[in-house]
Every structure is written in C-alpha cells, then in structure tokens.
C-alpha cells in the first residue's frame, strides 16, 4: 500500500473545511516511512483498548466516535509542526505527526466519525482497517494531556483554539481569552 500523508492531509482537511494556513502546513509534512511506523505503533496499541465491536464510551454513555472533540489549548506552527500550550500547566508540547494531524482536526465541529471518514478518504487503495482505532487512542491521549476536550455537541472555537497563535493579535487574542475565562489576570 502506498500512504501519501500529504496528499491524505491535504484531502482531510479540506473535507473538514480546515483554514488555509493548516493546509500550507499538511504540504510540508514528513515521509510516508515515519507515517507507516507511527500509524503501526499507534495502531496496535489502540487494537489492545478498542476493537469495532468494542468502541469505548465516554463517562456520559455516549460512544467516542460520536464525540465532537475539539482543541481546549492554544498552538503556534514551528517548522511546520504544532507546538501546543497547555492550559492548565506552564508546558509547551510537541507532537508527533498522528497526533498532530487528529488534532488540528479536533475542530469541534466534526463528530470522530467524520474525523475518520476524512482521513480514510486520502487513502486512494483504501484505508488500513486499523484507522479508527488510531484514531480513537490518539484522541483518548490527546485528552489525557489536556490538548483535546470531548462533546455531546458541537462546539465553536474561538480563533485563538482554532487558528494558530502566529499571525494574530496577541492584543486581541489575550482580551479575548480573558473575556471567555480561559486565562486570568
């Protein structure tokens, strides 16, 4: 199987109706080698939590594939790659290329199905079969880290979760932020 990660994010991301400046970043992405091994590892992790029979459920009854997730921290584009805040600790956090692909696509307006649907679309011979259970973990650690919340519905981010932190007003962003509660004086 060839796995054209680009071209698969390029796709996703338009499916998902992602700004323009997270598409100049899918262009630049890494090889489909790295890909391969980290959707491998990923994958067979997530085999040991979640089967298709067996999608795990939030503590709200509702099954994770029917989740809006959505990002609950703010990120800048380093070289390309996302660099993430934590909101509830002085971090910055780096991530590798699945979880940084599941989480920009973390709009909050997309259910984890839809999420998976679009990435399953970039794979022109079919997706590996692995592809929702990936999924699914990385979403579970992006949420464990703090990066990633769960919803029932739909949420709207405000720019500063859903556009990179570069090229806004800082100005703006802060008064913003301290006016929805997501930081304090």
């Known amino acids: 199987m060839v796995l054209r990660p680009s071209a698969c994010k390029r796709q996703a991301f338009a ?3 992602v700004a323009a400046e997270l598409e100049r970043w899918a262009h630049g992405m890494r090889t489909a080698a790295l890909i391969y091994v980290l959707l491998s590892f990923f994958a067979c992790n997530a085999k040991k939590e979640t089967t298709d ?3 795990p459920q ?9 989740q809006y997730p959505s990002r609950c921290a703010t990120f800048r ?3 390309n790659h996302v660099v993430a805040t934590a909101n509830d600790r002085p971090a910055l956090v780096t991530l590798d290329p699945w979880p940084e692909m599941v989480f920009l696509a973390s709009d909050g307006e997309h259910i984890m199905e839809e999420i998976v649907a679009a990435f399953a679309a970039g794979y022109p011979t079919g997706a590996p079969k692995e592809l929702k259970a990936t999924v699914i973990s990385v979403v579970s650690q992006l949420e464990k880290e703090g990066l990633v919340t769960l919803s029932d519905k739909p949420i709207h981010l405000p ?5 990179p932190l570069d090229g806004q007003d800082p100005d703006k962003v802060r008064e913003a932020m301290l006016a929805d ?3 304090k004086k």
Do not use: A, C, W
């Open 77 to 79: 584009m380093m070289d």
């Open 181 to 183: 509660g997501f930081i």
């Open 159 to 163: 720019s500063y979760l859903k556009l």
């Open 53 to 55: 029979n067996q999608i």
């Open 58 to 66: 939030t503590p709200n009854g509702i099954e994770m594939t029917k």
């Open 15 to 17: 499916r998902l109706g």
